[in-house]
Structure formats: C-alpha cells, structure tokens
C-alpha cells in the first residue's frame, strides 16, 4: 500500500515498503509518494510526521535549514 501523508516511501512504491516519517522541516500533505516537500525560506515544520505545510517565521521564531 501507498504511505500516507505525512510519510514517504525511501524505496519508491514498492508494496510493503517501509514508511518513514517526514523529518523536521518538511511535510507531505498526499499519500504515496518517495519524498516530503521542504518548507521555502522563511517558513519551519518543527515536528516530524506532518501532513500539513509550513508554518511562517515570526520574530521570536529562529528557522535554520
């Protein structure tokens, strides 16, 4: 099966494939893909795992890629 958002396949599409979470400072938001989508300049995914994009940078917010 496809991983779901959030996740990623390492080794491609390959079924039983293990799925590995998105790291920190990135996200993917649709099932069944091979890579997570890193967050542009200015914006941070602080937790692993996330489905949802980017957050933006405030003032009391240090982003490092």
Same mark, same amino acid.
């Given at each position: +099966?496809?991983?779901?958002? !959030?996740?990623?396949?390492?080794? $491609?599409?390959? =079924? #039983?494939?293990?799925? /590995?979470?998105?790291? =920190? #400072?990135?996200?993917?938001? *649709? %099932? $069944?893909? =091979?890579?997570?989508? /890193?967050? %542009?300049? $200015?914006?941070?995914?602080?937790? *692993? #795992?996330?489905?949802? !994009?980017?957050? +933006?940078? /405030?003032? =009391?917010?240090?982003?490092?890629?």
């Amino acid at each position: +099966t496809c991983c779901p958002a !959030g996740k990623y396949a390492a080794n $491609g599409y390959a =079924v #039983g494939a293990a799925c /590995t979470l998105c790291p =920190v #400072g990135q996200y993917q938001s *649709t %099932a $069944g893909n =091979v890579n997570c989508i /890193t967050c %542009a300049s $200015g914006q941070y995914q602080s937790s *692993t #795992g996330q489905s949802s !994009g980017c957050k +933006t940078c /405030t003032a =009391v917010c240090f982003c490092k890629h």
